[in-house]
């Protein structure tokens, strides 16, 4: 017996590597030298292209294509029919397969639904970015950002909530975690050196 679950209409192709108590559902295709890593839930219909590495926990919706170039860290969320790209001026009649950008997606972040990210920038740690956002540069640890392009509306918790500052403190108002901000970047209280 596996250690992960594939239906039965997926495809995961010779040389990819899933993580045990990972499950893929119907319909995806997993191309060789993608890295999958445990207990991640994969939507119906997704696209894991090669040499993308996906970390632990990671829950990706339906409708999600993760193409060469995406990094996804651990504990991420990608809403449904969330977006990727991986080249900058695509044309069909050029080849740019030796011009992909690296798109990183650190711990924690969300992405919503129908949201597009423009290749070659990182979201932070436990950044939030909101249903249909056209991503165009880097996200900040913790920030907020929705719109086309999406622009920074405020900052979110761990737990995904909303922050209020007073002065340059914020406590979470459902877990009660600490939050300092220094010009313009937020960390966790317990994190200050």
Request: with cysteine; hydrophobic share 35%; glycine share 10%.
């Amino acid at each position: 017996m596996s250690e992960y679950f594939v239906h039965e209409s997926s495809y995961v192709d010779n040389g990819a590597e899933i993580g045990a108590g990972t499950k893929i559902w119907h319909f995806c295709h997993v191309m060789p030298r993608a890295k999958i890593g445990e207990r991640c839930n994969i939507g119906q219909n997704v696209l894991v292209s090669s040499d993308v590495t996906i970390g632990k926990n990671v829950k990706i919706q339906n409708n999600v294509s993760l193409y060469t170039g995406v990094i996804v860290e651990d504990d991420v969320f990608l809403g449904p029919s969330m977006v990727f790209t991986n080249v900058i001026n695509p044309r069909s009649h050029v080849s740019r397969k030796d011009e992909y950008k690296t798109t990183l997606v650190r711990k924690g972040a969300s992405i919503g639904a129908n949201a597009t990210i423009v290749c070659g920038v990182t979201l932070g740690q436990y950044c939030f970015v909101g249903a249909g956002a056209v991503v165009t540069k880097d996200v900040p640890d913790y920030a907020l950002v929705y719109g086309a392009p999406a622009r920074l509306r405020g900052w979110v918790c761990q737990c995904g909530e909303q922050l209020n500052f007073e002065g340059q403190r914020a406590v979470c108002p459902r877990c009660g975690d600490a939050y300092s901000k220094q010009d313009s970047v937020v960390f966790p209280e317990r994190d200050e050196v």
